[in-house]
């Protein structure tokens, strides 16, 4: 799959002006955006519209007797209501979760969780339904609540499934990786062990565009439309047509401009398929649109794993073996967005970057009175949760052995000769240098200035403290293969579809879909790359399944390793026809025919100057077409992945933290990352301010909570909170470029790198900053009084 000069290679050819690969191309998309011109799904309004609410469970476990819904249907403008019995009249009362449990889309009998879906209210306007809403009256029997895992598990915990046959706890499977024995060995005969618990605490996504749709039925054509907020509209329509029995080539899903997904878009939602209901029913279309507290306290969370972290090592910090065990709280139902076959995600990359012997992981996951969900939340499949308790555990070891964190993972890291890499857990990593990025990093953060700071502010028994925190950590994304890795039985490969016009501009289809990433300009430059066109010449399309190519979507940093690389193989296709029209036109042999990526034209061998553009090609295909070709210039191709792809970085934070308050301010924040070659490094310098200020998020203020009794007492923007520009501090971003050896354009995914990576340095900053004390561990999120807590534990504080 690679390029006869080897593909290109951003340091070298740099865009060629056109901006093609490595050049920092403004985004296309926000002409849009900052004019007030997206097209979000709550700005979609059609003829006859109707409008629905969902009326939600105060209780997080309660048996339903009885629903009246007279006193609603009398409220004026109020259409239907809808409860699970008029549902399952259609066949509809229950959905498929991604995970193939089934979940109610309206509550049959019993409700699982605060805020569930009882009954659905469709009425003119939203304030109509809203009223609507509060008049439908539901006779509750509550129930007693479990809400983590740990209590679901104890023998005499209420059955939250009892509608399952099978089910006769709320345990819901077992799960384990790598080689018990052998590692339980080199436990056994390790100099030094080490082990510490840690929580990866429920988080939400918080999009700030909730999730929503608008259905239109069309009797006329037996067709619906559905405009949904989807990270992957192709699976969505097949699923879509599996559950509401509508043929698929029926269906047409629409992804309209998304404001943002970061993982909360990928499951399928009751309100979805209520709303799809009731404009079949009505034949009327139905806009559903969750309002904030919904949105966080009923759609996909993440995390919610709690971690034990076991390291064995040589007192030289050689690190020999890696043991996890991990209780996980999957909600109500077991509704996780993930590929099917890995039922942790990717959890089993613990290993991180580095060379270990034997590595033991398991995990037993857990039903609860919570809300389903799991995976969602720039996350690469739970490569967060292994990053953060492999970083985590490194820092705890450095502690033990009193070494220099930066130092013990220089031991330890793989070496750049050892890629191709299988690691302990079975996965096999394409390429890396790892020292390279934390030298980089170290001298970016000026490293050991801080550390000697950190020993002054000491001894000078200082008010604030000094922490440096590092994580070195590995990424896995581009999922597939196709053989390994699928969406509810769909195989994860992509697509892209390339039309070149008479005029020598393009329209390029993909079966991903942008949520604010810029695929709109990175894939055009990927096409200006590769056929040597100006980017503005290339228009991108997507989210519409009625006109793009097959796809799975925009998830797990997919769509530069998966439809990046579809893109690349289409457009050499192109570039393949183009050549045989050149030949005819240029009157030689198609062997004879060269293309100069730095001129982006296409000549005879040794004659520079008998040479063609694309754009003359492309006239040539419709107007001049040779009898021997078909006409027409375009190319479709579906890419099924060899490998994933395994970007990484260095982080170092240095933070400050006040004895008194325990507050914590970032002094320095460095992340070096390498993504292999880079399509638009001011689109990457964007996912990564992005995501580490969500990484910040996570380790200093989100936190979904729930109280004894299963009520969300985290699930609006006053108690779950969102860093805003005022916690964020001056981020310093740095690169180094190592291509992925199978990607037709060596680049990797970096879309989750900066969320995945940062945690862990933020805590062992915080860490760092008491370790003298004695602290080995602060759990996230790190807010004031909880540092207040350790510094007091430690004895530090004032
Ligand atoms: N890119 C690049 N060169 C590379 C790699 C990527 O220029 N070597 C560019 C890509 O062309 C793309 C962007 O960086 O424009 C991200 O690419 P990629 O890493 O392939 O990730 P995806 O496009 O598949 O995006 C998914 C990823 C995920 S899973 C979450 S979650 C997340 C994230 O992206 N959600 C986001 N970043 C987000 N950013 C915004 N604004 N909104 C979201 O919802
Ligand atoms: Cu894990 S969140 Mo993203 O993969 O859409």
Not at 515 to 531: D, N, P, R, S, Y
Not at 679 to 695: C, D, F, R, T
Request: glycine share 10%; proline share 5%.
């Amino acid at each position: 799959q690679h390029d006869e000069d080897g593909g290109p290679d951003p340091e070298k050819h740099c865009g060629h002006g056109r901006g093609g690969m490595g050049e920092g191309v403004k985004r296309k998309e926000d002409k849009r955006f900052i004019t007030g011109r997206g097209n979000y799904v709550d700005d979609i309004k059609k003829p006859g519209m109707l409008h629905c609410e969902i009326v939600r469970s105060p209780h997080a476990h309660a048996r339903i007797n009885e629903i009246d819904t007279s006193r609603a249907m009398e409220v004026d403008g109020v259409v239907a209501v809808l409860t699970a019995e008029d549902l399952a009249a259609h066949e509809l009362a229950t959905m498929p979760t991604l995970m193939d449990d089934t979940q109610d889309v309206l509550v049959n009998d019993k409700v699982k969780f605060q805020s569930q879906e009882v009954a659905a209210v469709i009425a003119e306007d939203r304030y109509v339904a809203k009223d609507g809403a509060e008049k439908v009256a539901v006779d509750y029997e509550v129930l007693d609540p479990v809400v983590t895992a740990e209590d679901a598990l104890e023998a005499d915990a209420p059955l939250i499934r009892d509608e399952l046959d099978d089910q006769e706890d709320n345990h819901i499977f077992d799960w384990d990786v790598g080689d018990k024995e052998a590692t339980d060995k080199v436990f056994e005969a390790a100099d030094v062990t080490v082990s510490e618990q840690m929580e990866y605490q429920r988080l939400h996504p918080a999009p700030i565009e909730t999730c929503g749709c608008v259905t239109d039925w069309d009797p006329g054509k037996d067709k619906i439309t559905v405009h949904l907020t989807s990270q992957a509209p192709h699976a969505h329509r097949t699923l879509f047509s599996q559950v509401s029995g509508i043929p698929e080539h029926k269906v047409r899903i629409v992804s309209p401009d998304i404001g943002g997904g970061f993982g909360n878009k990928v499951p399928i939602y009751p309100g979805y398929v209520v709303a799809a209901a009731a404009s079949v029913v009505l034949e009327r279309p139905v806009k559903w649109m969750e309002e904030r507290s919904e949105n966080i306290q009923t759609t996909g969370f993440a995390r919610d794993y709690d971690m034990t972290g076991e390291l064995a090592a040589t007192e030289d910090g050689i690190i020999k073996g890696v043991r996890t065990d991990v209780l996980a709280n999957h909600g109500a139902y077991n509704a996780v967005a993930q590929p099917s076959k890995f039922p942790a995600g990717f959890f089993n990359i613990f290993t991180g970057s580095y060379d270990v012997e034997a590595a033991y992981g398991s995990l037993t996951a857990a039903f609860t009175n919570t809300a389903p969900g799991g995976v969602a939340y720039r996350c690469s499949f739970r490569v967060t949760e292994a990053v953060y308790l492999i970083e985590r555990m490194v820092k705890v070891l450095a502690q033990e052995l009193d070494m220099d964190p930066a130092e013990i993972r220089r031991r330890n890291f793989i070496q750049p000769e050892q890629f191709p890499y299988e690691s302990a857990t079975g996965w096999n990593y394409d390429s890396g240098d790892y020292e390279k990025a934390l030298d980089k990093a170290l001298e970016m953060a000026d490293y050991d200035h801080y550390r000697e700071e950190q020993r002054r502010r000491i001894e000078n028994d200082a008010d604030k403290l000094i922490g440096i925190g590092i994580s070195s950590f590995t990424e896995v994304v581009g999922a597939g293969p196709g053989k390994s890795c699928d969406i509810a039985g769909i195989e994860m490969f992509d697509s892209a579809d390339i039309r070149v016009n008479p005029t020598g501009n393009a329209v390029l289809r993909v079966g991903v879909q942008t949520q604010g990433q810029g695929h709109e300009t990175t894939f055009a430059q990927i096409v200006a790359e590769e056929l040597g066109m100006d980017v503005e010449n290339i228009t991108v399309e997507h989210g519409d399944t009625d006109t793009d190519p097959y796809g799975l979507g925009t998830y797990g940093s997919r769509s530069t390793p998966v439809a990046g690389a579809a893109t690349a193989v289409a457009a050499r296709k192109v570039r393949d026809k183009a050549k045989s029209i050149a030949a005819n036109e240029l009157e030689a042999a198609e062997e004879d025919i060269e293309w100069d990526r730095g001129s982006g034209e296409f000549h005879v061998a040794g004659a520079p100057d008998r040479s063609l553009t694309i754009t003359e090609i492309a006239a040539s295909a419709y107007m001049n077409h040779p009898g021997s070709e078909e006409p027409g210039l375009e190319a479709v191709n579906y890419y099924d992945p060899p490998e994933m792809t395994y970007p990484f970085g260095s982080y170092i934070v240095v933070v400050e933290v006040d004895r008194e308050t325990g507050e914590v301010d970032f002094e320095r924040f460095v992340a070096v990352d390498d993504c292999g070659n880079r399509i638009n490094p001011m689109v990457i310098e964007g996912q990564i301010h992005g995501g580490l200020a969500q990484g910040i998020g996570t380790a200093m203020m989100e936190h979904v909570t729930y109280d004894e009794n299963g009520n969300c007492t985290g699930g609006d923007f006053m108690n779950y909170l969102l860093p805003t520009a005022n916690e964020i501090p001056n981020f310093e971003t740095g690169y180094t470029v190592t291509p992925s050896p199978h990607h037709p354009i060596g680049a990797k995914g970096v879309g989750e790198s900066p969320t995945v990576g940062s945690p862990p340095a933020i805590v062992n900053a915080v860490v760092d900053a008491m370790a003298h004390a004695g602290t080995t561990h602060v759990e996230m999120p790190m807010t004031p009084d909880r540092v207040w807590e350790n510094l007091a534990e430690a004895g530090l504080e004032r």
